[in-house]
C-alpha cells in the first residue's frame, strides 16, 4: 500500500546545531515530494517540493531536502537551527495515480533548545 | 497572497448535531480538501474536490459529507457530530494537477461533547 512515514514522533536540536528530519514513502514509482510546517496555532506553510531532476532542493527560510530513490527517502535538513525553527513538520506526497490527493506523514515536532 | 479562509476558529457542539464547517478560497483554484488533525496521527484525508459538484472520498470519510456548489467554496458536513470527532479540521485548496502547492486555511477547533 501506498504510504509515508516519518519515523521520529519528536526531536530535540540545539539552536546553531545541524537538523536533519527523516521520511520514507512506500511506492511503486517516484511520487511527488513536499515538506510543510505549521507553527504553533498557525496553518500549515509549504517549505519545498520535489518533482524531477536535480535530488536536491533548496527551501525556504534556509532548508533543503535530498531525494534518495534507492532508499525511498526525502529528508530534511538544515545547517544551523534557530529558536524560531521550532514547530511541527510534515513530510507529503502525492502519488501520480488519478482520484488521489496529498498524503501526509504524521510529522515531527522539533524543539530547540538554547 | 491566496487566501483561504475557514468560517471559524473554535466551534463546540453537542453529539447529534448537524455541524457545518465552511471554506472559502480566493484564488480561484480547482482542489478543495478537508483533512483533520490530531495528536500522533498527522493529518488524515476527508474528503477533497477537483471540480464543482465534484467530491471524492479521502481515507476517513465516514460520518462526514462535503458540498461544492460554489468554485470558491468547500462545505464539510457533520451529519450528527459524535464526540470521536473533535478534531481541528484543515481546509486546503491548489490549483489542478497532483504537483500544486497546497495552501492551508487556519483551521477549525471543533469540540464534540
Known amino acids: 500500500a501506498q504510504s509515508v512515514t516519518q519515523p521520529d514522533i519528536h526531536i530535540t536540536v540545539s539552536e546553531g546545531a545541524s537538523l536533519e528530519l527523516r521520511c520514507n514513502y512506500s511506492?511503486?514509482?517516484?511520487?511527488?515530494l513536499f515538506w510543510y510546517v505549521q507553527s504553533p496555532g498557525q496553518g500549515l506553510q509549504l517549505l519545498l517540493k520535489y518533482f524531477s531532476g536535480d535530488t536536491l532542493v533548496q527551501g525556504i527560510k534556509g532548508f533543503e531536502a535530498e531525494f534518495k530513490r534507492s532508499q525511498s527517502s526525502f529528508n530534511l535538513r538544515k545547517p544551523s537551527v534557530h529558536w524560531s525553527d521550532a514547530a511541527e513538520y510534515f513530510c507529503a506526497v502525492a502519488f501520480n495515480q488519478a482520484g488521489t490527493a496529498l498524503i501526509f506523514g504524521k510529522g515531527t515536532t522539533l524543539s530547540v533548545s538554547s | 497572497d491566496v487566501k483561504v479562509t475557514q468560517s471559524s476558529r473554535y466551534l463546540v457542539k453537542r453529539t447529534g448535531e448537524k455541524v457545518f464547517l465552511e471554506c472559502v478560497q480566493d484564488?480561484?483554484?480547482?482542489?478543495m480538501f478537508w483533512y483533520r488533525q490530531d495528536p500522533g496521527l498527522g493529518l488524515r484525508l476527508i474528503y477533497f474536490s477537483y471540480d464543482v459538484k465534484m467530491k471524492e472520498k479521502g481515507d476517513i470519510p465516514e460520518g462526514y459529507s462535503v458540498s461544492r456548489e460554489k468554485k470558491e467554496r468547500f462545505s464539510l458536513i457533520l451529519e450528527s457530530a459524535s464526540t470521536n470527532q473533535t478534531s481541528m479540521y484543515l481546509c486546503?485548496?491548489?490549483?489542478?494537477?497532483?504537483?500544486?502547492?497546497?495552501?492551508f486555511g487556519s483551521g477549525t477547533q471543533l469540540s464534540v461533547l
Open positions: 484564488m480561484d483554484h480547482e482542489n
Open positions: 486546503a485548496s491548489s490549483f489542478g494537477g497532483q504537483n500544486e502547492k497546497l495552501f
Open positions: 511506492y511503486g514509482a517516484t511520487p511527488y
